[in-house]
């Protein structure tokens, strides 16, 4: 539903590259708001990798912050 995160401005595009490739390790946090429950056994097999549509994607940790009055809205940090 939406996301926040940091937006990098630069004119290098070979220091860009480095900051986008997986390879480098780089961690990457975002704070998320979504819209409907997320079951935390869901969110704690993402730790194991996930595939969508073919393309696999390594661990990611995803915790719940917190959920709005209505449990329609939560806030995770990926």
């Known amino acids: ?3 926040e995160g940091l937006l ?3 004119n290098d595009g070979a220091f860009a590259r480095q900051l986008e490739l997986p390879r480098t390790g780089l961690p ?5 708001r979504t819209y409907g429950r997320c079951d935390p056994r869901a969110l704690a ?3 194991y990798g996930i595939t969508v ?3 696999v994607y390594g661990s ?3 915790v719940q912050d917190k ?4 449990n329609l809205n939560q806030w995770l940090t990926v």
Do not use: P
Not at 67 to 70: A, L, P
């Open 1 to 3: 539903l939406n996301a």
């Open 8 to 10: 990098l401005l630069t």
């Open 28 to 32: 990457r946090r975002y704070r998320v």
């Open 45 to 47: 097999d993402l730790q």
């Open 53 to 55: 549509d073919g393309v």
């Open 60 to 62: 990611i940790l995803a």
């Open 67 to 70: 959920r709005g009055d209505t």
